[in-house]
């Protein structure tokens, strides 16, 4: 059964970091690319960041840029997202998704196709003093 489980949410203060992880079960993880979407009420949903588990590449919102590194240990079939100098307007509900990534797409391209993805539960980050 193909499944993505994220963990590593909490509260933190502003300033602070946090490293998310997607654990992926079920399919084949070189065939596919990992992202990390957000959402918090009110807002429509956010790609933060993508990565090829296969070539290592990366694409990140401009929102996160600096501060997000998306990152990979194929050995675990784990994704990491390591956020720091969180701010209060990052708080959302993280989740990982994986769509197969066709040859001659790019990982900033997989991002929109990953709503027929497969999807996890989701994590809360909570930026808050």
């Known amino acids: 059964e193909v499944q993505l489980v994220e963990s590593g949410g909490g509260l933190v203060q502003p300033g602070g970091s946090l490293r998310l992880s997607c654990a992926a079960s079920?399919?084949?993880?070189?065939?596919?690319?990992i992202g990390w979407f957000r959402q918090a009420p009110g807002k429509e949903r956010e790609g933060v960041s993508c990565?090829?588990?296969?070539?290592?590449?990366?694409h990140y919102a401009d929102s996160v840029k600096g501060r997000f590194t998306i990152s990979c240990d194929n050995a675990k079939n784990t994704v990491y997202l390591q956020m720091n100098s969180l701010k209060p307007e990052d708080t959302a509900v993280y989740y990982c998704?994986?769509?197969?990534?066709?040859?001659?797409?790019?990982?900033?391209?997989?991002?929109?196709?990953?709503?027929?993805?497969?999807w996890g539960q989701g994590t809360q980050v909570t930026v808050s003093s």
């Open positions: 079920g399919f084949t993880f070189d065939d596919y690319a």
């Open positions: 990565i090829s588990s296969s070539d290592g590449s990366t």
């Open positions: 998704a994986a769509v197969i990534l066709l040859s001659g797409i790019t990982t900033a391209q997989a991002m929109g196709h990953m709503t027929g993805g497969y």
